[in-house]
């Protein structure tokens, strides 16, 4: 496996840990629809989340989440739509971002709620 996929599986991992934390329930991980790919589909009160994690260890390339192109918008719309079809979802959903910036230690994570419509 790549160190790219390493760092990402330990992102998401760590994004889901803190999504736990913070009172969110895990429906799925790495939910597929088509082309689409959703890291986790979370629910929180009344929202279904879709959530993309980016995970780097250098600011090299930026912020994580800048990593979250138009194109990967349209994928995550893509699978919401199938998502509240196959749940029949009557309530609100959401699309969030948690960007890690990775230290072994302590990885930085930062929760960005409703990054995008």
């Known amino acids: 496996m790549s160190t790219n ?9 760590a994004a ?3 999504l736990v934390t913070h009172g969110y329930q895990v429906l799925q991980r790495n939910y597929r629809y088509k082309r ?7 629910l929180k009160e009344r929202f279904l989340v879709l959530v993309e994690v980016k995970t780097r260890s250098s600011r090299q390339y930026g912020f994580p989440e800048e990593a979250v192109s138009p194109r990967k918008q349209e994928m995550l719309f893509l699978a919401a739509e199938e998502l509240v079809q196959q749940l029949d979802w009557q309530h ?9 910036f990775w230290h072994p230690t ?3 994570i930062l929760h960005i709620e409703d990054a995008f419509h």
Do not use: C, H, T
């Open 92 to 100: 609100e959903v959401r699309f969030d971002i948690v960007s890690i």
């Open 106 to 108: 302590s990885p930085d």
């Open 5 to 13: 996929a390493s760092l990402g599986q330990l992102g998401e991992k």
């Open 36 to 42: 689409a790919e959703v890291d986790l589909v979370v």
């Open 16 to 18: 889901e840990a803190y």
